[in-house]
T-cell receptor, first 115, second 113 residues
């Protein structure tokens, strides 16, 4: 089966600019996650979708970050305006259901550098 | 609040050595635990998934164990190879405020040829 697709692979922007990331999960996977991974740390959940509804966005900095999953398939994550501390790898993952029995499949990530 | 700790943070071993990576968690009420591998600049690759009712899972040279009562999991790698060099992360799935997965910071493994 095809994996989780993410684009772009790399992005360099200046602070205060905006940026968007795209994710296409594995076909049939109802649950989609966006994680932020700062260098040297484990991934931190930003937002979790179940189909096209938000299940958990408690750690999403909503003053600058937004995400949507239209039609319950592809998703976009946007940062506006970006700050230096947003430099990280943004990982998208999907799972069959948001249940305990299913593991995650991750995409290759988008490495964001804010200068 | 669930906290996941991985020790050591980094490990260097000669090729052929058997090794153990450790993961500990503070809340034993978990649903599952998953081990991942991450190569530099890449995403995470799932290695093993252990359900809360299981005690271990095996895949090739990898064996992961789970002891919920003590809040520990280990990843055993047999006959290590230079190609095993990567960062290994454990992720604990729980039910804190809904189903959430918390990641450890990882162990960076370097296998010397």
């Amino acid at each position: 089966e095809a994996g989780v697709a993410q684009s772009p692979r790399y992005k360099i922007i200046e602070k205060r600019q905006s940026v968007a990331f795209w994710c296409n999960p594995i076909s049939g996977h109802a649950t989609l996650y966006w994680y932020q991974q700062i260098l040297g740390q484990g991934p931190k959940l930003l937002i979790q979708f179940q189909n096209n509804g938000v299940v958990d966005d408690s750690q999403l900095p909503k003053d600058r970050f937004s995400a949507e999953r239209l039609k319950g398939v592809d998703s976009t994550l946007k940062i506006q305006p970006a700050k230096l501390e947003d430099s990280a790898v943004y990982l998208c993952a999907s799972s069959l259901e948001a249940a305990a029995n299913y593991g995650y499949t991750f995409g290759s990530g988008t490495r964001l550098t804010v200068v | 609040k669930q906290e996941v700790t991985q020790i050591p943070a980094a490990l260097s071993v000669p090729e052929g050595e058997n090794l153990v990576l450790n993961c500990s968690f503070t809340d034993s009420a978990i649903y599952n635990l998953q081990w991942f591998r991450q190569d530099p600049g890449k995403g995470l690759t799932s290695l093993l998934l252990i359900q809360s009712s299981q005690r271990e899972q095996t895949s090739g040279r990898l064996n992961a164990s789970l002891d919920k009562s003590s809040g520990r999991s280990t990843l055993y790698i047999a006959a290590s190879q230079p190609g095993d060099s990567a960062t290994y992360l454990c992720a604990v799935g729980g039910n804190t405020g809904g189903f959430k997965t918390i990641f450890g910071a990882g162990t960076r493994l370097f296998v010397k040829a």
